[in-house]
């Protein structure tokens, strides 16, 4: 058990930071994609408002999934912090130093704030696509009503 401590005491920030920078790289390829899709896309080309909104829903998805979910990679990375805050403490003998317990426990709580950081704009993009998506399909059946 001591040996699975020490491996997380020593890896678990990279594993918890990079998984959140991997969904911030991902989250903004697929919100550079989408933004590039909606300014060129052309309604008029679909015949069928279901072929258009398959393409215009494209990708939401996957951001939302990571607006979702960024706060909880965040959350367990600082629980698993304060576990290891707690199973230090343990091991000290009771020879508590409250400085050190504040500065482990603000260390673990980064986690939490950059999962936050992640997710608060892949849910405000999330959100506006979603508007960009009702707009153009109701442009397009406008476009249908007056041909």
Known sequence: MVQFFTFLQQYVDYFILGLL?????????KIIERILFYKKVNITNYQTIESLE?????????????????PYVGLLGTVIGILLT??????TGGDLDAGSIMVHLSLALKATAIGILVAIPAMIFYNGFGRSVEKN???WQDAQHRK
């Open 137 to 139: 399909k109701l442009l």
């Open 86 to 91: 707690f199973y230090e403490l343990g091991n």
């Open 21 to 29: 920078g991997l969904m911030s790289i991902i989250l903004l390829a």
């Open 54 to 70: 398959i393409d215009l829903t494209h990708n939401l998805t996957t951001i939302s999934t990571i607006g979702s979910n960024a």
